[in-house]
């Protein structure tokens, strides 16, 4: 039976986020901001807290159902929850995010997203089992690194670079460490890979940080390096280790 997506639902940008961009303001807007963004983080914790072990997949929201790139997303998802028995976490949105999400629920995984709001193009997926909607980029990339064992990089923009880069800095920097970062999309990629090696040239990033980052096509080849780094690295606790706390309201 095919899943008809529900549709997108109206969110207002908070009008405070740009202004807060803006530089110093009054201390009541700078302290009353700073507690919305604590109660952004937690209730990120409260939603996520049960869902890990997870493999985080970044990638564009703009390709579409029968693109290449998202069939390939859509197969990693599968691999991860098929052959890993991990959670797949995406940012909960269309495009690359949808196929992961959606081959996890193929692979009978657990499929979870951490949305963000947006004028457009980021309403939820329809192959989500459960997902948070934050507000704020920097909480929301926070929430998508905090939860994973690994992280699958998928043609994407801006926003996909982002997150490339700041996983990559958390690991080189060992902020976290040994982290597997699997950069999928060979022809998209050949110019980042390229810069990297000039990186190494110019002597801005060590030999050895090559080593963070596989590239390949191979959905196998992927799966089959983030489960060697696990096994090599993590004992993996399943989601039964966490079990919810009645007098906190939580649900797994």
Known sequence: MAIIPPPPKKRL????????????RKRHFELFFAFKVFWEFIRGFR????VAPCVTVFGSARFKDGHRYYEE????GRLIASEL???????????????ANRGAKEG???SVGCNIVLPHEQAENPWLDKFVTIR?????KVLLVKYSYAFVILPGGFGTMDELFETLTLVQTRKISNFPVVIMGMDYYRPIQE?????????????EDLDLVLFTDDPNEAISHIRQYIATNYEVKKRSSYLPKWWLFERA
């Open 47 to 50: 939603a996520l807290h049960f």
């Open 73 to 76: 997303a859509q197969t990693v």
């Open 108 to 110: 009978g995984g657990l």
């Open 13 to 24: 940008i908070d009008p405070n986020e740009p202004v807060f961009l803006h530089g110093a």
């Open 85 to 99: 028995g991990l959670t797949v976490l995406t940012g909960g949105g269309p495009g690359i995010m949808e196929a």
């Open 136 to 140: 704020y980029f920097f909480v929301r």
């Open 195 to 207: 810069y990297l090696q000039f990186m190494v040239s110019e002597g801005t990033i060590s030999p």
